[in-house]
C-alpha cells in the first residue's frame, strides 16, 4: 500500500514558496505593473488567510472574487482555499440580475471586489442577502468613494494580518475548493464546484508533455479571465510548478497583450477565438517580437484554420487547439498530431489540428449517436459524454443535474464526429445544429469555411424556420475593414459550393457590422436568430 497525502492548494503553496521563491508574477493593475516574487506571494496569501480568519470566515464559508487577472487575485485563488474556503470566482461581464443571483445562490459571506468594478456591485448591492464583507482591491491608498456598507481595503486589511498563518493542509481532498457559474443558455447560470482534488489533479494533467506543458522554464500568462473556469487551471499549475506567471489585468486590449509577449518574454498564453483573431490584426503590424511563444492555447469555441494558419506560417507562432467546459475544469482534448502522423502533408496536418483533439490521460469519452456508439469514422454524428475526475458530477444545488448527468456521465449538449484515431470534431451543439429535411447540417463546418475566405473577418451560421425544410441555415458575415463593400453574397456562396454537398449551403449571407457574443466571447447564437427574426420580419 501507498501513503495517502490529501491533495490541497495549501501544499501547492507550500512548494512554491519552498522551491521557488525568487520566482515571479508580473501583475498589470490600473496603476501599472506590479511585480512580487512567489516568496513574498506566499506571505500575502497567507495574510489573506489570516485577515479572512480575523473577519470571522471559516472552513465552508464561500468567498466571491469580482475581479480582473492580477496578483490580489491569485491571492484569492490560494488564501481562500488556504482557511478550507470556496474561491467562487464571479463573471464580472454576467447582467446584474446574473451577477445577484449567483451571488445568493452560492450564499458568498464575503466578496473581493476590484475597485474599478465597485459601480457593478453597488448596482445590485440591496438585492445581496448574504455577503457580510465587501473588500475593495486597489492600489489606491484610500477606499473608492461607495455606497456600500462593511468595506474594507484589501492592502490595509492583510498588512495587519500573520504573514505565517498556517495554511489548512490537513483538510479532506474531496473538499470544494471553488466554484464558478456557467452561463446557461435559458434560465440561470449553473454552479459547478471543484474539489482540491479535482484541481491538483487538473494541474497535473496541465503539465504533461502532449497537454499543455506547462514548466517550471515558462512565462504563462492566461489571457482567459480568472473569472471563467479558474483562467483554464493556469494560475494554479503555474505557482505549483513555479512557472512565471504574467497577469495581464483589466481591459486588455490587443496592443497591451503584444506588447506583454514581447516585454515579458511569454512562452506560452490561452484564450478564446476571438481574443486571438484580434491579436493576429494587432500582429500583422509587424512591430512586435514574439519569438518568445512556444504555444497559443485556444478553446472556448472552435479555433478557424485560417486562424491557425496565419499565427504558424505568417507569424512562426505555435498554435494549440483545446477543449474543455466550466463542468470539467476545463482541460478534456488537445489537439496534436501523433508522431505516426508527421509525414501528412501541410493542409493534412492543418485538417488534424483543426479538430479539437483527443482526451487526455485522465479523462475518458464516449460519442452516442440515436443508435448508440457511434462509428469512429468522423462521419457519424452524436452526443459527446465525459468522465474524469477533475469532470463535475453535479450542478451546485440545482434541478437541471438530472438532464446533464446521467448515468455517470456527463451528457455535454456537444455534438461531435469522431476519427479512427479519436479525435473528435465539433459540429455543434445540441440546441444550434441546423436540421435541414430530417439531417443534421453543422453550423460550425460552414462557418469554418467561410472564414478561410480572405475577405471574411467572422461568420456566425444559424438555422431559421423553414415550411418545407423545417429549418435551413443562414450565414452571418462580418467582412475584414478593407473588403467591406466589395465582395458580394454570390462570390461567399460560390466559394462555398465547391466545399459541401447542395443542401449544406446557406439559403442567405446577411453582412452585419459585428457578431453578437456572450460574456465571454462566443457567438451569440440566439441573439442572433433573434436578430435575424426582427429583420426578416421587417422586410416581408
Ligand atoms: P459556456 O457553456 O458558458 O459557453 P464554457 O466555457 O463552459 O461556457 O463553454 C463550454 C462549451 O464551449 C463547450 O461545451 C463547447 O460547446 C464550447 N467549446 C469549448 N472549446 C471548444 C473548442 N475548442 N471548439 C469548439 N467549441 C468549444
Known amino acids: 500500500m501507498m501513503m495517502n497525502i490529501p491533495l490541497t492548494l495549501s501544499a501547492m503553496v507550500e512548494h512554491a514558496e519552498k522551491y521557488f521563491s525568487k520566482k515571479e508574477i508580473v501583475s498589470r493593475t490600473a496603476s501599472g505593473i506590479t511585480r512580487l516574487t512567489y516568496g513574498e506571494s506566499g506571505k500575502r496569501i497567507r495574510r489573506l488567510s489570516s485577515a479572512l480568519t480575523m473577519l470571522g470566515m471559516k472552513q465552508g464559508d464561500r468567498i466571491g472574487t469580482f475581479a480582473w487577472n492580477h496578483h490580489r487575485h491569485l491571492e484569492a485563488y490560494f488564501g481562500i482555499p488556504g482557511i478550507g474556503g470556496i474561491l467562487h470566482t464571479i463573471n464580472i461581464r454576467l447582467s446584474p440580475n446574473h451577477i445577484s443571483y449567483i451571488i445568493n445562490h452560492a450564499k458568498d459571506k464575503a466578496l473581493l471586489i476590484d475597485a474599478e468594478l465597485l459601480p457593478l456591485i453597488e448596482k445590485v448591492k440591496d438585492e445581496l442577502t448574504t455577503v457580510e464583507a465587501f473588500i475593495i482591491m486597489t492600489d489606491e491608498k484610500t477606499l473608492p468613494e461607495t455606497t456600500i456598507e462593511n468595506v474594507y481595503h484589501y492592502e490595509q486589511l492583510i498588512e495587519q494580518a500573520d504573514d505565517r498563518f498556517e495554511l489548512l493542509t490537513n ?238 456521465w456527463l451528457h455535454t449538449g456537444d455534438v461531435v464526429t469522431i476519427d479512427e484515431e479519436g479525435s473528435i470534431k465539433i459540429v455543434d451543439r445540441t440546441k444550434d445544429l441546423i436540421k435541414s429535411g430530417g439531417e443534421w447540417i453543422s453550423s460550425v463546418d460552414i462557418e469554418n469555411a467561410l472564414m478561410t475566405h480572405n475577405s471574411v473577418f467572422e461568420a456566425s451560421v444559424v438555422a431559421i424556420p423553414h415550411d418545407e425544410w423545417q429549418e435551413r441555415p443562414i450565414a452571418c458575415v462580418v467582412l475584414k475593414d478593407e473588403m467591406k463593400g466589395k465582395v458580394t453574397k454570390e462570390e461567399l456562396l460560390a466559394f462555398l459550393k465547391p466545399q459541401f454537398v447542395k443542401w449544406w449551403i446557406p439559403d442567405d449571407i446577411v453582412f452585419m457590422d459585428e457578431i453578437p457574443k456572450t460574456s465571454v466571447g462566443k457567438f451569440l447564437k440566439r441573439a442572433l436568430r433573434e436578430q435575424l427574426k426582427k429583420q426578416m420580419n421587417t422586410t416581408t
Open 171 to 408: 483538510i479532506d481532498e474531496n473538499a470544494p475548493a471553488g466554484m464558478c457559474y456557467t452561463s446557461a443558455t435559458t434560465g440561470n447560470p449553473k454552479g459547478v464546484v471543484y474539489t482540491h482534488r479535482a484541481i491538483v489533479l487538473h494541474c497535473m494533467a496541465l503539465g504533461l508533455a502532449d497537454s499543455a506543458a506547462i514548466s517550471e522554464s515558462d512565462v504563462a500568462m492566461p489571457v482567459v479571465p480568472m473569472f471563467h473556469v479558474n483562467a483554464w487551471g493556469l494560475p494554479f499549475a503555474a505557482l505549483w510548478f513555479g512557472t512565471t506567471q504574467v497577469l495581464p489585468g483589466p481591459m486588455v486590449t490587443p496592443t497591451i497583450l503584444a506588447e506583454l509577449i514581447e516585454q515579458e518574454g511569454v512562452t506560452i498564453t490561452g484564450g478564446v477565438p476571438t481574443i486571438w483573431m484580434a491579436l493576429l490584426k494587432e500582429l500583422d503590424t509587424g512591430k512586435y517580437d514574439t519569438s518568445s511563444l512556444r504555444a497559443v492555447l485556444c478553446g472556448g469555441a472552435a479555433a478557424p484554420k485560417g486562424m491557425i494558419r496565419a499565427f504558424e506560417s505568417k507569424h512562426k507562432i505555435p498554435f494549440i487547439h483545446a477543449y474543455g467546459m466550466t463542468e470539467t475544469s476545463p482541460l478534456v482534448t488537445f489537439s496534436r498530431l501523433k508522431s505516426y502522423q508527421s509525414d501528412l502533408e501541410e493542409e493534412d496536418r492543418l485538417e488534424v489540428r483543426s479538430k479539437q483533439g483527443y482526451v487526455v490521460p485522465g479523462v475518458d469519452m464516449k460519442v452516442m449517436g440515436p443508435n448508440g456508439d457511434v462509428k469512429w469514422d468522423g462521419k457519424e454524428m452524436g452526443e459527446l459524454l465525459l468522465r474524469g475526475n477533475w469532470v463535475a458530477d453535479e450542478y451546485y444545488q440545482d434541478e437541471r443535474t438530472d438532464e446533464a448527468f446521467r448515468d455517470g
